[in-house]
């Protein structure tokens, strides 16, 4: 009996597996923490590049400053302010010429005509200056990481297309100061216009003038219907007023052609386009209907194939 009784009394043998949940939570733990480490790894690796980027970009920047080329683009906010002043001076300046050998009259439709010119022809020398310098930049980058013979064939390639498409899409041949920089600073031949092959690069710039043109019509017609949902007479509204929401529509506009393809880039392209609507001040109602007018005109990209 007692016997019995103590065999009922002993205590159970552990189960071989009663720690199973507590390895597989250690597991879990392991690679989180490693994932953490990997993360970290990659964001650090992430800054190293992009700092090695910036500093080519600076350097690029540096030497265009040496060389002293006209430019409207700067690294700093007041002295572009300062470059846009000069440069509207001497838009301004070219015009009063010209309508002075035709006899033209300048009076305020004239003026109202030449600030919009002036604004547009403005931005668009920004945007040539920036697409120069990221273009060397990206260039000098990416045969520092990748110095290989098939590297630097296809950055030569690029490099005459871009070079075309400055003459075609922005009239600026090869013994323009930024076409010479520009030939100067990314690595490789530059286009050769004598050369047979070299025109190649020339009618495939020739073919997508169309497409430059597209945007280029796009564009107006977007900001002159947000200068017409911002109230704004184009044709009858103060020149002052016309000129600066021209200004500011076609900023919104550079913000909203910026390619998205996922939700968080588009969360991301949003809040710039709300933090530009506050800049310029409009009413939460006009504010929506102009976000709304850019965010439609450029919606998310598909990936390719979906």
């Known amino acids: 009996m007692n016997e019995s009784l103590g065999g009922q009394n002993e205590e159970p043998k552990p189960e071989e597996n009663s720690n199973e949940e507590f390895d597989a939570l ?9 994932s953490l480490e990997d ?26 400053a040496e060389l002293g080329i006209p430019r409207v683009i700067d690294r700093d906010v007041n002295t572009e302010i300062e470059l ?25 439709s004239w ?55 400055f003459i075609v899409n922005y009239g600026r041949g090869l013994h323009d100061p930024w076409q010479q920089f520009f030939d100067e600073i990314a690595p490789g031949q530059g286009l050769d216009m ?9 009618n495939v710039a020739e073919v997508k003038r169309l497409i430059y043109r597209q945007a280029t019509i796009k564009k107006e017609t977007l900001v002159n219907r947000a200068i017409e949902i911002a109230g704004i007479d184009r044709e009858k509204g103060e020149i002052a007023d016309v000129a600066q929401a021209t200004f500011d529509f076609l900023n ?18 949003s809040d710039l386009l709300w933090q530009q609507m506050r800049s310029i001040g409009l009413n939460s ?20 194939g979906l």
């Open 252 to 269: 919104t506009y550079m913000i909203a052609e910026m390619s998205v393809s996922t939700e968080t880039e588009h969360a991301n392209r």
């Open 39 to 64: 993360s970290a790894e990659r964001e650090m690796e992430r800054m190293r590049v992009r700092g090695e980027y910036e500093t080519i970009k600076n350097e690029v920047f540096d030497r265009l």
């Open 194 to 202: 004598s050369n047979p092959v070299d025109r190649v690069h020339m």
């Open 84 to 108: 846009y002043q000069e440069y509207a001076n001497a838009f301004f300046a070219v015009k009063r010429e010209e309508a002075r050998h035709v006899d033209l009259e300048m009076d305020r």
């Open 111 to 165: 003026d109202r005509q030449v600030s919009v010119e002036c604004v547009y022809a403005y931005f668009k020398e920004r945007e040539f200056e920036a697409l120069v310098l990221n273009n060397a930049t990206g260039h000098k980058f990416l045969l520092q990481r990748n110095n290989t013979e098939a590297v630097a064939g296809y950055l030569e390639s690029l490099k005459k297309q871009f070079q075309a498409e």
């Open 285 to 304: 109602d006009v504010a929506k209907q102009v976000v709304a007018l850019f965010e439609e005109a450029f919606p998310i990209e598909q990936p390719y």
């Open 26 to 34: 250690d597991t879990e733990w392991e690679e989180f923490t490693q």
